[in-house]
């Protein structure tokens, strides 16, 4: 037996094996999962806000990036957006919503709006922090803060 890089198509077989595991496990109450959410905001054509998220097996959205260009910070652009998909999750049934931010990212804007720290990692990076955070968001749909 030998340790050896994975082709893409052997990737996407551990994927694969994992779901199915999981699966056995706990039964997915998605029919398609995941479901990928990308959104954008623009400004003449150019990108200066944007999320990328998911909805995964069991009604649960995982926010991977939500981006603001620092030239536009401070106009509830990131307020717009984390609104938006968890709306879009509330409706498709998610119960369930979880991050990760460093110290020097986004911890506090989070925090604003209902998230709570569950785990941080220490030193990581060296001399920071890493935070994972969720929120069980209320049944009703999300006003964004305008």
């Known amino acids: 037996m030998k340790i050896t890089p994975a082709t893409s198509t052997e990737a996407e077989?551990?994927?694969?094996q994992i779901v199915a595991f999981n699966k056995s496990q706990v039964s997915f109450t998605q029919k398609k999962?995941?479901?990928?959410?990308?959104?954008?905001?623009?400004?003449?054509?150019?990108?200066?806000?944007?999320?990328?998220?998911?909805?995964?097996?069991?009604?649960?959205?995982?926010?991977?990036?939500?981006?603001?260009?620092?030239?536009?910070?401070?106009?509830?652009?990131?307020s717009q957006l984390l609104a938006h998909i968890e709306n879009e999750a509330i409706k498709m049934g998610a119960y369930l919503s979880h991050l990760d931010t460093f110290d020097f990212q986004a911890k506090d804007f989070y925090l604003k709006h209902g998230y709570e720290i569950f785990g941080t990692l220490e030193n990581c990076p060296p001399r920071h922090n890493r935070f994972y955070l969720k929120k069980s968001p209320p049944r009703e749909i999300i006003k964004s803060t305008q």
């Open 13 to 16: 077989y551990i994927d694969d």
């Open 33 to 78: 999962t995941p479901l990928f959410k990308n959104y954008v905001i623009k400004q003449q054509g150019e990108v200066i806000a944007g999320i990328n998220a998911c909805i995964y097996h069991w009604g649960v959205l995982y926010i991977d990036v939500l981006f603001v260009h620092e030239h536009h910070r401070g106009q509830h652009l990131g």
